[in-house]
């Protein structure tokens, strides 16, 4: 069992920065694949950025690459995600998700997900 407790969010102009975290309980989350997710109303959710269980592996989705960072830091059981020159359109509620076993980039294959946290971006 993991839980997943996401912070960070916020209102910010259009050009600037937020860093999100996921704070993770249990004592397997360093065996997890972690995925930050978003969901604008209206819209999918959608993969934003993926990390795999040793932070060697990531993937990015085409509208946050050279913008957007993942990391973790398996230490203090957190995932982080770096979001600078940030667009109106990033404007979504941001989820935290776990995925046991496998680096994947399927939305269904996170098992565990966090309660979001609200990115505005004002242009």
């Known amino acids: 069992q993991v839980q997943l407790v996401e912070s960070g969010g916020g209102l910010v102009q259009a050009g600037g920065s937020l860093r999100l975290s996921c704070a993770a309980s249990?004592?397997?989350?360093?065996?997890?694949?972690m995925g930050w997710f978003r969901q604008a109303p209206g819209k999918e959710r959608e993969l934003v950025a993926a990390?795999?269980?040793?932070?060697?592996?990531?993937h990015y989705a085409d509208s946050v690459k050279g913008r957007f960072t993942i990391s973790r830091d398996n230490a203090k059981n957190t995932v982080y995600l770096q979001m600078n020159s940030l667009k109106p359109e990033d404007t979504s509620i941001y989820y935290c998700?776990?995925?046991?076993?496998?680096?994947?980039?399927?939305?269904?294959?996170?098992?565990?997900w966090g309660q979001g946290t609200q990115v505005t971006v004002s242009s």
């Open positions: 998700a776990a995925a046991p076993y496998i680096f994947t980039l399927a939305t269904n294959s996170y098992n565990y």
């Open positions: 249990g004592r397997t989350f360093s065996t997890y694949n």
């Open positions: 990390i795999s269980w040793t932070g060697g592996r990531t």
